[in-house]
């Protein structure tokens, strides 16, 4: 009997233990997450506007300009998914390559690895910046100028509407290629070798190896990567905000910086909610389509 | 017994303390700019403290400098919180919608000993609402044209300054001038306002050539005019010289007149000290056709402020006449005495005296305000979008300005 106490007596303090250390963490997270979160569902039924302190409940007429009087809104949710349809793809597969090339260990890849992931460390303010100026129209740009060299007329990256996207996608890509690789390298690492060298035994091509055994060990990995990918796609701002400010012809405006817009520039915040509420869902239903999709298409996962 | 001394000592310090701070009654006041050059909140910082004798109070000021480009976003911030400013400047866009938030106390009362005689024609229209004076300008600086006069000399073109004693300085010879230059240096003829006349600075761009042509953004009463006739043609000439003449810096280039790689650019007298350290000789001049967009800053009081009419009266003390002329070599004022004064002409070290008189003192007499609305951020995120569609060697001008004017006309009229 007295045993029992002692034990509930020492979880209690475990219990307690470990509490303490989740408290500032938890104290940050409803300060600083939570509470504006919910501030954000609420703002979304007010006509809030900072700029003259109005804040009246108007009910879903926010959402209602949103889906049926606001041109800019569709625009900008175009541009979203195309943002993130060209982002995620094209960081998923140069990552996960660059990732079975340097797990092979093979001249230089040290050298790689961390030519890779220095624009991971460097300031997104300072990348951008730098970008633009190399991006530059005509031959001003080194980018360009160096194309101009062999031959190649260099399009106006940044000022011409059917470039702009791509060009930031790119940018966005270089940039966080790093942590892709990086994940995906620790998952080719831990790879059981036995099965690989198994296949290779029976005769396995290295294509017929990485598809067959390789790619499906590693889709826990892809599936996750995919999912902080897609996340992180429909957050996109700095670039956006230092290299084309949205433009041109708003070919570049995501909700994200729509969101901006509308807060910060138009000061109607109530406005900006709904859009943000929008957001949120978006990412919420594409969470749970992917966790969905996680529990079909991987077999080996530790349950 | 010894921590019962130390708790009656700290006690008594701490009441020490606080009398120190009850006794010295000084008024603390914030106030937001956006300069951060030091030497000028300095010169501001004396007008409050010359305020404060007068007034026989203590005034402790804190400047609270906002980047221009967060300006109005931070400063709403703040007026919503509880360390808000008690006197601010107030930018020429947001002017109608300050004043119609209630964000701006009323000044009349504090400026009870103005000449309103004394501001230039015009000066005060976006500050006032009925006979109520909601902030008081004291920034009225005009885009004027600086240029590379090394360059015009190298390309055998005459200066401005002989082009506007023919009485030829039109918009035709700077197009024409811009690709002499470019076809004989090699060099861009000219850069746009600050490299941002194609994004965030159209308007400053476009509409002195506009006006020039009897167009504009839109009139007082609200008659859209940016796509009359005038205006397109206006357009049409400068897209001609982006795309035809190849003479402008393009959109995308970041090339800069500052750095010697564009003759001629448009400014304001306050970025003249970005030339201090360049080796070729530099001049400065009246816009083509004369028709300059004037960049107006004012001086506004909070309405809620704790320090109330104390407050109204810091803002109307620091854009009196004396103050003004103080800092008139920085920020041109809208007072007719400060302007026709000898003491104005030669402010600015680096600015001759004929150069004061003939393109700023000119230009500040010819120039217009950018248009202002009450819902301008709106207007101006939707007609960029808009503005984008000319940036293109193929662009339907008419088209894009007419699609610009539908969007002007859904907000103003």
Not at chain 1, 79 to 87: G, Q
Not at chain 2, 154 to 175: D, H, L
Not at chain 2, 203 to 209: A, G, K, M, V
Not at chain 2, 237 to 246: G, P
């Amino acid at each position: 009997m007295k045993k029992r106490e002692h034990i509930t007596r020492q979880r209690r303090l475990e219990a307690l233990t470990g509490y303490a250390f989740v408290t500032p963490q938890l104290i940050g997270f409803i300060l600083l997450v939570l509470i504006p979160l919910i501030n954000v569902f609420i703002y979304s039924f007010h006509n809030k506007n900072m700029l003259y302190g109005t804040n009246l409940y108007v009910g879903l007429s926010n959402y209602e300009k949103l889906f049926t009087g606001d041109k800019l809104f569709w625009k900008t949710l175009g541009n979203t998914f195309r943002f993130s349809i060209l982002l995620v793809p094209l960081n998923l597969v140069l990552s996960f390559l660059l990732a079975l090339y340097l797990g092979e260990r093979l001249f230089g890849s040290r050298y790689i690895r961390t030519v890779i992931f220095l624009p991971v460390v460097t300031s997104g303010v300072a990348w951008a910046i730098v970008w633009k100026y190399l991006l530059q129209s005509g031959t001003a740009g080194p980018i360009n100028y160096f194309l101009s060299k062999v031959g190649i007329t260099g399009p106006n990256w940044l000022t011409d509407k059917n470039w702009a996207m791509i060009s930031v996608v790119i940018n966005r890509v270089l940039k966080n290629l790093g942590t892709n690789v990086l994940i995906f390298l620790g998952a080719v690492m831990n790879m059981p070798q036995d099965v690989i060298e198994a296949a290779r035994l029976d005769g396995a091509n290295e294509w017929a190896v990485i598809r067959r055994i390789k790619l499906p060990l590693l889709m826990p990995t892809v599936l996750m990567v995919t999912i902080v990918t897609m996340i992180g796609s429909m957050r996109v701002f700095d670039t956006i905000r230092l290299m084309t400010d949205g433009g041109p012809e708003g070919s570049t405006m995501v909700l994200v910086y729509y969101i901006y817009h509308q807060a910060f520039k138009m000061f109607n915040t109530g406005y900006a909610s709904a859009i943000a509420v929008i957001l949120f869902i978006i990412v919420l239903l594409l969470t749970i389509l992917q966790w969905t999709l996680r529990k079909k298409v991987s077999h080996y996962e530790d349950a | 017994m010894k921590k019962f001394l130390a708790l009656v000592l700290a006690l008594i310090m701490m009441f020490a303390l606080g009398s120190v701070a009850f006794a010295d009654d000084a008024v603390d006041m914030k106030i937001a700019v956006w300069t951060s050059n030091e030497g000028q909140l300095e010169l501001l910082n004396s007008f409050v403290q010359e305020f404060a004798e007068k007034k026989g109070i203590t005034i402790n000021a804190t400047f609270e400098s906002i980047a221009y480009a967060e300006f109005t976003t931070k400063l709403l911030l703040e007026l919503q919180g509880s360390d808000a400013p008690d006197v601010y400047w107030v930018t020429e866009t947001s002017a109608p919608a300050f004043i119609a938030s209630g964000n701006l106390a009323v000044l009349n009362d504090a400026m009870a000993e103005y000449d309103p005689a004394d501001f230039a024609e015009g000066a005060m229209s976006l500050w006032k609402k009925g006979d109520d004076v909601y902030a008081i300008p004291f920034s009225t600086s005009p885009f004027i044209i600086l240029y590379n006069a090394d360059l015009f000399a190298q390309a055998g073109v005459k200066t401005p300054e002989e082009y506007i004693a023919e009485g030829s300085w039109t918009w035709e010879t700077f197009r024409e001038v811009c690709k002499q230059i470019k076809d004989a240096t090699g060099v861009w003829g000219f850069q746009t306002v600050d490299g941002a006349g194609y994004t965030t600075s159209v308007l400053q761009n476009l509409l002195p050539i506009i006006r020039t042509y009897g167009g504009d953004a839109w009139d007082a009463d609200g008659n859209v005019m940016i796509d009359n006739e005038g205006a397109i043609e206006a357009v049409q000439l400068f897209h001609d010289m982006v795309y035809v003449d190849q003479s402008v810096v393009p959109p995308g280039d970041e090339s800069s007149f500052y750095t010697g790689a564009a003759a001629m650019t448009v400014s304001q007298i306050s970025r003249v000290s970005n030339l201090d350290e360049v080796t070729w000789k530099w001049g400065m001049c009246t816009l083509p056709g004369n028709n300059p967009v004037i960049g107006q800053a004012a001086i506004g009081a909070f309405s809620r402020s704790k320090n109330g009419d104390l407050a109204a009266e810091l803002a109307a003390y620091m854009t009196n006449k004396e103050c003004v002329a103080r800092i008139a070599g920085i920020w041109p004022p809208a007072r007719q005495s400060v302007l026709e004064s000898e003491e104005f002409l030669t402010s600015n070290s680096r600015i001759t005296a004929e150069q004061m008189k003939d393109a700023v003192a000119a230009s500040i007499a010819s120039g217009r305000v950018l248009p202002a609305h009450e819902l301008y951020p709106q207007i101006s995120v939707e007609a960029q979008i808009a503005y984008d569609k000319l940036w293109n060697a193929d662009a339907d001008v008419a088209a894009v300005m007419h699609e610009v004017g539908d969007i002007y006309r859904t907000y103003v009229g």
